[in-house]
């Protein structure tokens, strides 16, 4: 199977583990590392490369929004707001999170109370522009 670009414009979602390092209960501040992307082949046998998250990462931090679900449609989901995010070898990190708790939206309570306890999921959602299928046969 020759290598080949497809173009789609459907969001695709990636979902990975986080360490806490320190909690802030009053403020809603969790200090913790996510490998929000990294560069390994996902469950769905995808990857994204670590150097894609460059290009918009400067950009993306002037409004570090953190939103449940990836619904952009709903200000509720709106839940927090990430403190830093750097691209390693390793792929997209987040360092920090900052909760809106306690402030009437019971969805950052409940995402900070799940985030506080490790059980939280956190993944990068995206719209592939293009991509090059892996041939197996090659390798």
Not at 122 to 133: D, H, L, M, N, Q
């Given at each position: 199977m020759p290598n080949e670009t497809v173009t789609q414009e459907k969001t695709i979602y990636k979902t990975f583990r986080a360490e806490i390092k320190e909690i802030d209960a009053q403020a809603g501040i969790i200090n913790m590392v996510i490998p929000m992307s990294t560069g390994a082949e996902d469950r769905d046998e995808e990857v994204i490369e670590p150097a894609a998250f460059k290009k918009w990462l400067k950009e993306f931090m002037k409004r570090p929004i953190l939103l449940s679900s990836h619904m952009y449609g709903d200000l509720r989901k709106q839940i927090g707001e990430f403190k830093g995010l750097k691209v390693t070898d390793e792929g997209l990190m987040a360092q920090g999170l900052e909760y809106y708790i306690g402030r009437g939206n019971d969805e950052a309570d409940w995402g900070f109370y799940l985030a506080s306890?490790?059980?939280?999921?956190?993944?990068?959602?995206?719209?592939?522009?293009?991509?090059?299928?892996?041939?197996?046969?090659?390798d």
């Open positions: 306890r490790g059980m939280a999921a956190f993944s990068v959602g995206f719209i592939p522009k293009k991509w090059e299928p892996i041939d197996e046969e090659k």
